[in-house]
Structure formats: C-alpha cells, structure tokens
C-alpha cells in the first residue's frame, strides 16, 4: 500500500472509531500513530514526535486563550447572567405572540457573547427558561427546539473558542475573526425571531401569553444586565481597539466575570474550586482533541494527502463556488454526529489547501476569514439537524415528557432559516467581510 493510499484511508477508519463512540482525541492520536509507523522510517519518527509534540504544541501563548474563555463561561453562569439575560428579554417580549421564546433567542445570543460555547450555552440556558416556558403553555416540541436552536448562537457571536482554534489551524488573526462573527451572529438571532413568529402564527396554539409588565420593571430588568454589556464591550472592544491581545482580553474577561460572580454571591471557596475543576476538565478534553489532530495531521502531511486532493480538485476544473458548497454540505452532514472543534482540527488541514488554491475573487485573508465563518455556521446547523444534532439531545434530556419527534418537526424551522442565512453569505461575502 503506497503512503498515499494509506493516508486515504485513515479517514475513515478515523470516522469509524468515533462511530463506535471512540474518545476523538485518542482516535485520531492512535492512527496518526499507527499510520506514522506504517510509513518508511517505522516506529522512529511518531515516538521522538510522541516526546516534543505535546510541549511544541501547548507552549503556544495562543492557546491560553482556551481556558480563559471556559472560566469566564463557568463564572458568568455563577454570576446569575443567563438569568438576568432571560429575564431583561422576556420583560420587553414575553407579551408577544412567542414572546418567551423570542426571549430564550434573545438571552441566549447574551449568554454567547460571554460563553464561546454551544452546548454550554443550550444547556444553561434551558434550564432557565424552559420552566417559563411551560409556565405560559408553550408547546414542548417547539420549545425544546427553540432553546437548541438557541444554543448555537453560543459559539457563533464572539468570543469563540473554535474561532480561536480555527485562526491558529490557518494562521488568521484572531481578532479580526472575531469582528467577521459578528454580523452573521446577529443575523442568525434575528432570523430565528422572525422563525418564531412564522410558527406561531403557522402554529396556533403552540405559544401562550403572559401579561405584558410596567415600563419601570421592564427597565429595571434591563440594568440587571449591565454586567453582560461590561464584560463584552470590555473584551471585544479591548480586542478590535487593540488595547490589549485576544489573550489578554480573555483574562480581563475571567476576571471580570469573576469579580462579577463574587459580588452577586454566586462565587465561593466552594464554586471557585468547582469552576476551577471544570475549566481544567474540559481544557484537558480539548487540549487532547488538539493534540490528537495534530498528531493525524502530521501523519497526513507526510502522506502527502492535502497537496495531492488540492491537485486533484483543480484538475477537475470545479468552479469554486461548486467546490464551496461540496466542502459546506460535507460539514453539514458531520456536524450531526461531531461536535465543531473535533471537525474544524479534522478537516481544515485537508479542506484549506484545497479552498486556497481557488479563485474566489478575494484575498488570502478574507478567504480565510470567509471559509471559516461559513463552516462554523454549517458545522452549529449540524447540531440541530435530525436525527442525531447534539443541542436536541441535550434540550430532550432536559425535557422528557416531550417526544424526540416533536422537537424534530419543529426544529424543521429553524433549520431552514440557517439554510437561507448559509446561501446569502455564500452569495454576499461582503456581509462577512463588512466589519474589517
């Protein structure tokens, strides 16, 4: 078997390890070993990578980011955010038709500007507002649909920690991915408004409504959420106005959310250990997926599997735009079944020689910049997508006397709304690229 032929098929053995529930890290770290050793060179090369790899990797200052982000995510749940967020958006929409539920894609698009993470951002604030929700006799189905749907909004509008990745992968700025994620951040919370209000309408009887509330209250619930205001202006705007690094931002941003969590009291000796524990658990759980994808990379780059795809593909004379929406769809299909980090360090080292060697019209930079924003969109569509998008399990689990299937019918909708805002920033990458 010629290392070419060996490279080819590592991938799906990759995906077949995961399949069968196989940690990713440890599954492409394994073949990109066993791989390495099957190359001319045997056993050599993987273990002398296997002892400067690791460090090589890790000591990048780049990557301290990660752990920041997740802290300043675990102290802001402390600090009553998610909360605050709900209650100041449901406080100017919960007497609308949908309004509870406009205000769940509201606090969770709040909630993303301070998490970086879906999941996270799915499951925190599904405990915070599915109990309203069934409170003003919202339909099960359409709720848990809402609030998965919601939760994509977490990675998508900045900070985020696969943008941060995905920068290194492809060596962007940070900063400026930051600021690209903003426009289509807002345009998908926007669109899931407008969904809501299509369904409710569509869908009659799916959504109560509570009383509207005075003006005093209404305000009063919106100066609860300075904090959230404080904390992105302070990072973000720290960030674009170059007045310190995304790393240095990510710290303030801790420390800030920090401060915050101890002032409302939700921060202890108690919680701070446990919000210590937790960042370092799921840091070391992406540290290994980073580490395994490296590993396979390199594996792969030896095999000379990228240089001779990208060759390939501009054989074929594929028009960009045809190449653009094979790579997109091939996202959209495994993002059902991996979550974006692992698909982002697993594809991008194969899929970005191919997307630099096209000619969109557009600089390296932008390219970059514009795949990037396109893919995180269509890998979060993947975890909303039936029958196996993540969010819905997640939201279901939270929910149990709501059948599966209900959600599904329902989250039909919002899936179809990202499919529209996917086609227009394909068409207009303007819309991405406005901000830089």
Known sequence: MTALELGLWSFPIVLGLIFLRVPIGLAMLVIGFVGMAMLPGGTKIPMNQLKTLAYSEFSNYSLSIVPMFLL???????????Q???????????????????????????????????????????????????????????????????????????????????????EQNIAKLFLAAF???????IGYVITISVYVRMNPGSAGVREPIPYRERFQAMFDVWPVLLVFGAVVGGIYFGIFTPTEGAAVGALGTGIIAWLSGGLTLKTLGEAFASTARSTAMIFLIVLGAKFYNGFLARTQVPQELTEWVLAQGYAPMMVMVIILVFYLIMGCVMDSLSMILLTIPIFWPVMQGMDFGLSQEHLAIWFGILTLIVV??????????????????????????????AVAYFVASDMIRVVILVLFPSITLFLL
């Open 72 to 82: 300043m995510g675990y102290f802001s749940t402390l600090g009553g955010m998610s």
């Open 84 to 170: 605050a967020l709900f209650k100041a958006a449901e406080s100017w929409l919960g007497h609308r038709k949908g309004g509870v539920a406009m205000a769940a894609i509201g606090a969770c698009a709040g909630f993303g500007a301070i998490c970086g993470s879906s999941l996270a951002t799915a499951a925190t604030m599904g405990r915070v507002a599915l109990p309203e929700l069934r409170r003003y006799g919202y339909a099960g189905g359409f709720s848990t649909a809402t609030l998965a749907a919601g939760g994509t909004l977490g990675i998508l509008i900045p900070p985020s920690v696969v943008l941060v990745i995905y920068a290194i992968l492809t």
């Open 183 to 189: 426009i289509p951040g807002v345009l998908a919370a």
């Open 380 to 409: 979060e569509v993947g975890l909303i997508t039936p029958p196996v998008g993540m969010n819905l399990f997640i939201i279901n689990s939270m929910e149990r006397t709501t059948p599966l299937v209900e959600t599904y019918k």
